[in-house]
């Protein structure tokens, strides 16, 4: 098709296609932008936390009266949940992924260090934690008991007779962690201090342990390490317990909470946080989750406007030009050949519009970044939404470029 009778009539009418070529052009740098965003926030959801999440349950307690053994009401409290039915492993536990409360600690290569090497959240608790979160050993051992320390969780000795706070010898990282602290060699064996330089030897390595509380850093997603810690009951709790049938888990919820209020009647269950892991990482995302739809509602909207000025742009046109295509009717040009020119005729009106869409996605891209430290547009996603607005263009231009093909010649003579 001879391009030169579409470009000149688009130069006719300057102003208008000026217009179109505007709207589309911003369309495409904020659809652009707004897909990016919406990808990052779905990314940020399906991040794997490391743990078994479909098995998994929480159940946290408070009140009561800790007595003078904590550290024995603890051991009562496990040992009364793992006789719970259908449960395969639990452990009293300082954190929960995607859980309330956050307790993270500098991880140094050395005691003198000023500045740690990175802050690593730290999940204590005793034999049963590893198995009762799911964690997979990728290098090194699990903890042997003799290196378990009865710990409470204000940090200090379970033990109302040692005054010091008890040492804790060993950690497991995860493989994030033991990449940053050793990028050269294994970690397993080697020392790291936390704790207030507290020496702690690498003993295992675990393929990933997602942080309790995401702090918006991707690459500190993975920052955790494990201290084998027997908890003390200090007036508040929390346990998590591996079920053997995933569609049990509520049912292990409730007959663990019957079994902890068995042993203390005075205590209370928080049921906001005893829930299955998948309803944590629910709620833990709730907010991403209504972000994203907000975007995807005003990207949609945004795409039925431009797709509405499109129409009603190509109707205005094809009354207008009523005459012009009675003419080439008359002359022999075929409805095919009408319903192409008007779609050619939005094809380039959508190419200038995306063209120019591209360079507003990047300059709207650096605005982002610089106000709320965003990463930078991935080239991918421009090739995607100007293939979106290619195809809302041939849409919306479709019903007058039909309409305008089947008006008969003789017709659009006397109309003119």
């Avoid at 690593?120 to 997979?136: C, V």
Wanted: glycine fraction near 8%.
């Amino acid at each position: 098709m001879d391009m030169r009778p579409i470009v000149s009539t688009l130069f006719r009418h300057k102003t208008t296609t000026a217009l179109i070529v505007l709207q589309i052009a911003l369309c495409c740098a904020i659809v652009c932008n707004v897909l990016f965003l919406i990808g990052q926030r779905l990314e940020r959801m399906q991040r794997p936390s490391g743990v078994d999440e479909s098995r998994i349950v929480t159940v946290q307690i408070a009140g009561g009266a800790p007595g003078s053994d904590a550290a024995a009401i603890g051991r009562s409290d496990e040992a009364a949940l793992r006789e719970v039915p259908g449960v395969s492993a639990a452990a009293a536990t300082t954190l929960v992924p995607f859980g309330n409360g956050a307790w993270n600690n500098g991880l140094s290569l050395s005691a003198d260090q000023p500045q740690p090497n990175l802050s690593a959240s730290t999940y204590m608790g005793g034999e049963q934690l590893f198995d009762a979160l799911g964690l997979k050993l990728v290098a090194g051992r699990r903890f042997l008991p003799e290196e378990f320390v009865d710990w409470d969780p204000s940090g200090q000795s379970a033990s109302k007779q040692d005054a010091q706070p008890a040492a804790i010898p060993a950690a497991i990282l995860t493989r994030a962690v033991a990449q940053r602290l050793f990028p050269d060699g294994e970690a397993v064996g080697k020392t790291v201090y936390a704790l207030d330089k507290t020496p702690l030897r690498v003993v295992g390595v675990v393929e990933r342990l997602a942080r309790s509380r995401d702090n918006n850093d991707p690459a500190a997603y993975d920052y955790a390490m494990l201290l084998p810690a027997k908890l003390a009951y200090t007036g508040i709790a929390k346990y998590v317990l591996k079920v053997d049938d995933p569609s049990q888990r509520q049912r292990a919820i409730d007959a663990a909470a019957a079994a902890l209020l068995r042993i203390d009647p005075s205590r209370v269950v928080i049921e906001e946080n005893s829930k299955t892991l998948q309803q944590l990482r629910e709620d833990y995302y709730q907010q991403d989750r209504a972000m994203s739809l907000l975007l995807g509602a005003v990207c949609a909207g945004l795409l039925v406007v431009t797709a509405l000025g499109i129409v009603g742009l190509a109707s205005f046109w094809v009354q207008q030009r009523t005459r012009q295509i009675g003419v080439r009717r008359a002359l022999g040009a075929t409805r095919r050949q009408i319903l192409r020119y008007f779609q050619t005729e939005n094809f380039l009106l959508t190419s200038a519009g995306i063209g120019l869409g591209m360079l507003l996605a990047y300059a709207l891209n650096l605005g982002l970044m610089s106000a709320y430290e965003l990463p930078r547009l991935p080239l991918a996603y421009l090739p995607f939404g100007a293939l979106c607005l290619w195809s809302l263009g041939q849409a919306a231009v479709l019903w007058p470029a039909r309409r305008a093909a089947s008006v008969p010649p003789a017709l659009a003579t006397r109309a003119a």
